[in-house]
């Protein structure tokens, strides 16, 4: 089940989402999700692997594994070169701190750019412990066919701002395409898992 407190440990796999305020929308325009990938790019991938994204109108989902400890430290020194260290640094604070830079910085600009004031994310993103490699490819599929299943699109591969296109390029990308190609066997099975509905649901 979901919470806002499970800890994100190095090593494990999460399912990550989170919501605009009330009936608040976090993308309006192209160029504020290309933006707030940018800023995905800017503080996540040092820390964490992403298998799937999705950016929906008025939430998101990724689904992602925090990279070993070792890893986690060695990018906060990179990160802060001019900074000492805490000794007592642990990884579920560095990854947490990392989502709120991310989010405090997109949701600054987005305010900027709509003259608006507040908060523009829930204050606690939500986060699911997916242990379970069945779900996990699951969770993938589901992500994936989230604008699918909310009416925007009719096909998967119709909506521009999730990791599928991604996927199936041969392009640059954050996303650990090898690794999710090899999860559904091959490019094949993956694109004909993505043309019916996910077999879970109740999520979001």
Not at 24 to 40: D, I, S
Not at 166 to 192: C, M, P, Q
Not at 193 to 199: G, L
Request: aromatic residues 14%; positive net charge.
């Amino acid at each position: 089940m979901a919470d806002t407190k499970t800890l994100l440990e190095s090593n494990n796999q999460y399912h990550v989402y989170n919501h605009a305020v009330g009936n608040e929308l976090l993308f309006k325009t192209g160029n504020n999700y290309r933006f707030f990938l940018e800023r995905v790019k800017k503080y996540l991938p040092q820390f964490v692997d992403i298998y799937a994204y999705c950016l929906m109108p008025n939430h998101f989902h990724f689904l992602l594994e925090v990279k070993k400890e070792e890893d986690v430290i060695k990018a906060v020194a990179s990160a802060n070169p001019n900074r000492a260290l805490k000794q007592d640094l642990k990884v579920p604070e560095i990854i947490s701190s990392r989502f709120s830079h991310l989010f405090n910085s997109y949701a600054q600009a987005f305010n900027k750019e709509n003259n608006r004031k507040g908060s523009l994310f829930y204050n606690r993103f939500k986060r699911i412990l997916v242990d379970d490699e069945d779900y996990f490819i699951k969770l993938i599929h589901y992500i994936h066919y989230n604008p699918v299943h909310h009416g925007f699109v009719k096909k998967v591969d119709d909506w521009e701002h999730s990791s599928y296109r991604a996927v199936l390029s041969t392009g640059k990308t954050l996303i650990k395409r090898k690794e999710v190609i090899e999860l559904f066997n091959d490019i094949d099975n993956f694109k004909y898992c993505h043309t019916v509905e996910p077999t879970i649901s109740g999520i979001d």
